[in-house]
């Protein structure tokens, strides 16, 4: 969903840390090739550095997360922008992300040593609906929700989750790409009953090892229980039903990913005249997760403008490092508005 409160937050350029890097010539997909029928096209990318801390630059540690680089991205493409879901390789080389307004994006990433850096190679192209066709309405094509359906991750399986006419799709793109037609992920009852825009916003599914192997996790952005608890349900599995996350501060999710042990970190934003624009990241413990319970946890990292580089942050997405950190990466939702940003920011797990 966007927060088109923040439309005026946007730090001035003068403010910036680094003048817009080269525009990159593009010359080839970073996902699959191209497929005869798909609207597919390539997108000029800008990037910049950018730090986390701008007005102490020199630190390097944030709660529980610790600072690995981040960009911001700018295109004139006009389907640029907009990205509420986040995939990455296995290596953190190659990125898929959908758009709000039902875009696949992919690229690739550069590092400079161990530091995010850059990206190149952008590739844009619709989702395509049950039997190929194009969605029809903005209320079909607002996904935002992306992740793995197995470990594969971008070059298997993707779930999509669509908040307005609420459901879950799966993309075979490993192996079509933008030409994956997707399959129906059945929803209980309740989770099509949310208010308007409040409702579907960030799915994953736990892999072989953990307790929950097979079981889809959905989570609302804010459709509240009885008790003011953000609903969820885990979907398929040994034990499905509702589950819920215990709201505070006036966080709302975003989305969500799920660590290799089966612990689930939630992405979460906010927004005041008196905090500006927030962001959050909670990693809750896999052990507690079954059906009915109501979910907290751990606060990795929370950060609010105008003290931390943050947008509209709405996607999130883990890998292992070559050198093997887990890495953790979110991106923003620049609600296609010129005064918000793109940005690509990434963290790994503190070891203490």
Same mark, same amino acid.
Not at 31 to 42: L, M, Q, Y
Not at 198 to 227: C, H, M, N, P, Y
Not at 310 to 331: F, Q, Y
């Given at each position: 969903?966007?927060?088109?409160?923040?439309?005026?937050?946007?730090?001035?350029?003068?403010?910036?840390?680094?003048?817009?890097?080269?525009?990159?010539?593009?010359?080839?997909?970073?996902?699959?090739?191209?497929?005869?029928?798909?609207?597919?096209?390539?997108?000029?990318?800008?990037?910049?550095?950018?730090?986390?801390?701008?007005?102490?630059?020199?630190?390097?540690?944030?709660?529980?997360?610790?600072?690995?680089?981040?960009?911001?991205? /700018?295109? $004139?493409?006009?389907?640029?922008?907009?990205?509420?879901?986040?995939?990455?390789?296995? /290596?953190?080389?190659?990125?898929?992300?959908? %758009?709000?307004?039902?875009?696949?994006?992919?690229?690739?990433?550069?590092?400079?040593?161990?530091?995010? %850096?850059?990206?190149?190679?952008?590739?844009?192209?619709?989702?395509?609906?049950?039997?190929?066709?194009?969605?029809?309405?903005?209320?079909? @094509? /607002?996904?935002?929700?992306? %992740?793995?359906?197995?470990?594969?991750?971008?070059?298997?399986?993707?779930?999509?989750?669509?908040?307005?006419?609420?459901?879950?799709?799966?993309?075979?793109?490993?192996?079509?790409?933008?030409?994956?037609?997707?399959?129906?992920?059945?929803?209980?009852?309740?989770?099509?009953?949310?208010?308007?825009?409040?409702?579907?916003?960030?799915?994953?599914?736990?892999?072989?090892?953990? @307790?929950?192997?097979?079981?889809?996790?959905?989570? %609302?952005?804010?459709?509240?229980?009885?008790?003011?608890?953000?609903?969820?349900?885990?979907?398929?599995?040994?034990?499905?039903?509702?589950?819920?996350?215990?709201?505070?501060? $006036?966080?709302?999710?975003?989305?969500?990913?799920?660590?290799?042990?089966? /612990?689930?970190?939630?992405?979460?934003?906010?927004?005041?005249?008196?905090?500006?624009?927030?962001?959050?990241?909670?990693?809750?413990?896999?052990?507690?997760?079954?059906?009915?319970?109501?979910?907290?946890?751990?606060?990795?990292?929370?950060?609010?403008?105008?003290?931390?580089?943050?947008?509209?942050?709405?996607?999130?997405?883990?890998?292992?490092?070559?050198?093997?950190?887990?890495?953790?990466?979110?991106?923003?939702? $620049?609600?296609?508005?010129?005064?918000?940003?793109?940005?690509?920011?990434?963290?790994?797990?503190?070891? $203490?």
């Amino acid at each position: 969903m966007p927060a088109r409160c923040l439309t005026a937050l946007r730090p001035a350029c003068a403010a910036r840390l680094c003048l817009f890097a080269t525009v990159v010539a593009l010359s080839a997909p970073a996902g699959p090739a191209s497929a005869a029928g798909v609207d597919e096209k390539p997108v000029d990318l800008e990037a910049a550095a950018v730090s986390f801390a701008p007005f102490s630059s020199a630190t390097e540690r944030f709660g529980g997360l610790e600072w690995r680089g981040g960009i911001e991205i /700018d295109s $004139d493409h006009e389907n640029f922008g907009g990205y509420s879901g986040l995939v990455l390789s296995k /290596d953190g080389t190659k990125l898929v992300a959908v %758009s709000d307004r039902g875009w696949w994006f992919t690229a690739d990433v550069a590092y400079d040593g161990d530091r995010l %850096s850059g990206i190149a190679n952008g590739r844009t192209a619709r989702l395509l609906g049950p039997g190929g066709k194009r969605f029809k309405g903005n209320h079909r @094509q /607002d996904a935002e929700g992306l %992740s793995a359906y197995g470990p594969k991750g971008t070059s298997g399986d993707l779930l999509v989750a669509f908040e307005r006419r609420e459901r879950i799709l799966r993309y075979r793109f490993g192996r079509h790409g933008f030409k994956a037609r997707p399959k129906t992920i059945r929803l209980p009852r309740d989770a099509r009953r949310a208010k308007y825009n409040k409702e579907l916003e960030a799915v994953a599914r736990f892999g072989k090892g953990t @307790q929950l192997a097979g079981t889809i996790i959905a989570l %609302s952005e804010r459709f509240l229980d009885k008790k003011g608890n953000i609903r969820g349900w885990l979907i398929g599995g040994r034990r499905p039903g509702p589950i819920a996350i215990r709201r505070t501060e $006036d966080f709302d999710i975003t989305d969500m990913a799920i660590l290799p042990g089966g /612990d689930v970190l939630v992405l979460e934003r906010r927004f005041s005249v008196i905090t500006l624009a927030g962001m959050r990241i909670r990693r809750i413990a896999h052990k507690d997760i079954r059906r009915n319970a109501v979910l907290d946890g751990e606060v990795l990292l929370q950060a609010n403008q105008p003290t931390r580089t943050i947008d509209n942050m709405e996607g999130i997405a883990v890998h292992r490092s070559p050198g093997g950190e887990l890495r953790i990466t979110i991106i923003s939702d $620049d609600n296609f508005n010129p005064v918000q940003r793109t940005l690509l920011l990434q963290f790994a797990l503190a070891k $203490d």
